[in-house]
């Protein structure tokens, strides 16, 4: 197997062309990585509160979606 030796700026410049490429192809694909990473530090935020309040039973949470 060969290997191909490439300098910081040519990687640089093709992840650059490559990123570009991708977002003019599919221009929705950012907003929807953006959409999902604010879902994810919204969980992650609910669950640390939800670590630090007293519990609380099955049926008062049921009854609360009533």
């Known amino acids: 197997m060969s290997s191909i030796i490439?300098?910081?700026q040519t990687?640089?410049?093709l992840l650059k062309e490559a990123l570009i490429?991708?977002?003019q192809e599919r221009p929705g694909l950012l907003r929807d990585m953006?959409?999902?990473a604010?879902?994810?530090i919204g969980l992650a935020l609910a669950i640390r509160?939800?670590?630090s309040t007293a519990a609380v039973s099955?049926?008062?949470v049921l009854k609360a979606l009533e």
Do not use: N, Q, T
Request: hydrophobic share 35%.
């Open 6 to 8: 490439i300098d910081d």
């Open 11 to 13: 990687l640089k410049s």
């Open 21 to 23: 490429e991708v977002l």
């Open 34 to 36: 953006l959409s999902e």
């Open 38 to 40: 604010v879902e994810d």
């Open 49 to 51: 509160e939800g670590e």
């Open 58 to 60: 099955k049926d008062a």
